[in-house]
């Protein structure tokens, strides 16, 4: 094949992958619309169920073993409607930069794949530093990075359990740590270097973009901060971000 030829085919076959990503992203973002208004129908019997659980847990006279039943329904409850208000505001397109609190933010994306991570018998370790200062970053974005990085690590365990760890550092004051663990396979050397390259995957056909950790490194290097990955010792990957306390967030 010419050189002429080779060069056509590779670009008809980008043009394809473009167009394959393109459709992909348009079916998602009309589910996200779809499931942000079914989160939302959702909000309304939750809060009746919560109200009517504290009303009957405040009536004289009801035998013990029902008021534990109408106590777990209440928390359950709460729970599920806490889930639905996070997901409400993790789906808008708010890009407004206000003051945030890391270890929450982290502690809510934890919370929100703990159904994932037992599912696939994962073990998530939260060690978090309870010294971070407030900063001024986009909360949506940071969430979308984390989501990215944690689901790949899941995906990257697989289905056999294992462990994920995360961590929260200030370090002297000018930089905060997020420092995401797993004890998965690791990535093969030769691959490290390109693991952030637009459509680079090692996953499956039909299983990553190979644009997830393109756009996690993007959105951190917008927020002014940097991005590292490395194999742990004893297998697994560790990935890095480093945020300047003083760093501003800017739309992608």
Avoid: W
Avoid at 102 to 112: E, R
């Amino acid at each position: 094949m010419s050189d002429s030829a080779a060069r056509h085919s590779d670009e008809a076959s980008i043009s394809t992958d473009l167009l394959r990503q393109l459709a992909y992203n348009e079916k998602m973002a009309e589910l996200g619309k779809i499931s942000a208004g079914i989160v939302h129908e959702l909000n309304s019997p939750l809060s009746v169920i919560v109200s009517a659980s504290q009303m009957i847990m405040r009536e004289d006279g009801i035998p013990h073993f029902v008021q534990e039943m109408i106590a777990r329904i209440n928390s359950e409850a709460q729970r599920l409607s806490h889930l639905t208000k996070g997901l409400l505001n993790f789906s808008n397109h708010d890009e407004s930069i206000g003051p945030l609190e890391v270890n929450l933010t982290v502690d809510f994306i934890l919370n929100f794949i703990n159904f994932e991570a037992a599912r696939r018998g994962v073990t998530i370790f939260k060690q978090f530093d309870h010294t971070l200062p407030v900063i001024h970053l986009n909360s949506n974005q940071l969430k979308q990075i984390l989501l990215n990085i944690i689901m790949n690590a899941l995906q990257a365990i697989g289905n056999d359990g294992g462990k994920l760890i995360v961590e929260t550092i200030a370090s002297s004051g000018e930089t905060i740590s997020i420092i995401i663990s797993d004890n998965g396979p690791g990535i093969p050397g030769d691959l490290v270097e390109k693991i952030f390259d637009r459509y680079f995957t090692t996953k499956q056909p039909g299983e990553g973009t190979g644009l997830g950790l393109f756009v996690t490194k993007s959105l951190v290097e917008n927020m002014g901060g940097s991005i590292k990955v490395s194999n742990r010792n004893g297998g697994g990957t560790t990935f890095t971000l480093l945020f300047p306390t003083r760093c501003n967030s800017v739309p992608p």
